[in-house]
């Protein structure tokens, strides 16, 4: 049971270029999440996915497309790589059903350092 | 709007002792859930306690408790037995009830440092 898994852990672009990161979860989650972790802010919810084939936009999704075409996975894309979207990049996962004290809480990857120049 | 408030941006606690890291929060639902994760400096994010806004009793974890009082709309964890190993950033998240499991909000989070 690995939890939640991002692809890659590190990657430098230069601006203008594309990519994808990769989340993977294999807990049979509804509920996945993309965040952006910058200095003194917190974590703030890009996108996110409340069902296979359904996304929607958080706080900050401009810049920034997803897909959810499989349960366990939830990729995010970045189209045209800016300086501003430098920064670490989390998934999570959720479940819809919680019981006693349990309360949605997040299952987080390890995370995504990305680095655009 | 939902907001989260950690005024605290560090903390230091000697080993051993108790710790109580402040959260304030601002939403206008009566049904909400509060949570405390942990990111230590290897980067991962932990769940540590969660406690629903009508849990009528404070949630704790182990060494973990969260100090819940609605009226003043406070969530303040409190650790005790303080371990070098809880050296870490620790954030403060509110999701309203009526998002279902997303759009949680976190604060701007609380370093530690434990003093050997």
């Known amino acids: 049971n690995a939890g939640v898994t991002q692809t890659p852990k590190f990657r430098v672009l230069k601006t203008g270029q594309s990519m994808t990161l990769l989340c993977a979860q294999d807990?049979?989650?509804?509920?996945m999440y993309w965040y952006r972790q910058d200095p003194g802010m917190g974590l703030r919810l890009i996108h996110y996915?409340?069902?296979?084939?359904?996304?929607a936009k958080g706080e900050v999704p401009d810049g920034y497309n997803v897909s959810r075409l499989k349960k366990q996975n939830f990729l995010l894309g970045l189209e045209s790589a800016a300086p501003s979207q430098t920064s670490v990049y989390f998934c999570?996962?959720?479940?819809?059903?919680?019981?006693?004290?349990?309360?949605?809480?997040?299952?987080f990857g390890p995370g995504t350092r990305l680095t655009v120049t | 709007a939902q907001k989260i408030t950690q005024t605290q941006p560090g903390m230091f606690v000697q080993e051993k002792e108790a710790v109580t890291l402040d959260c304030t929060y601002d939403?206008?639902?009566?049904?909400?859930?509060l949570f405390w994760y942990k990111q230590p400096s290897s980067g991962e994010m932990i769940f540590l306690i969660y406690?629903?806004?009508?849990?009528?009793q404070n949630a704790t974890e182990g060494r973990y408790s969260l100090n819940f009082q609605k009226a003043r709309k406070s969530a303040n964890l409190v650790i005790s037995a303080s371990q070098l190993g809880d050296s870490a950033m620790y954030f403060c998240?509110?999701?309203?009830?009526?998002?279902?499991?997303?759009?949680?909000?976190f604060g701007a989070g609380t370093r530690l440092f434990v003093k050997a």
């Open positions: 406690q629903g806004s009508y849990d009528e």
């Open positions: 807990m049979n989650h509804e509920y």
């Open positions: 996915s409340v069902g296979e084939g359904t996304t």
């Open positions: 939403t206008s639902d009566q049904s909400y859930g």
């Open positions: 998240a509110m999701r309203e009830a009526n998002t279902g499991g997303f759009k949680t909000i």
């Open positions: 999570a996962s959720s479940s819809v059903a919680h019981s006693g004290t349990s309360g949605y809480e997040q299952y």
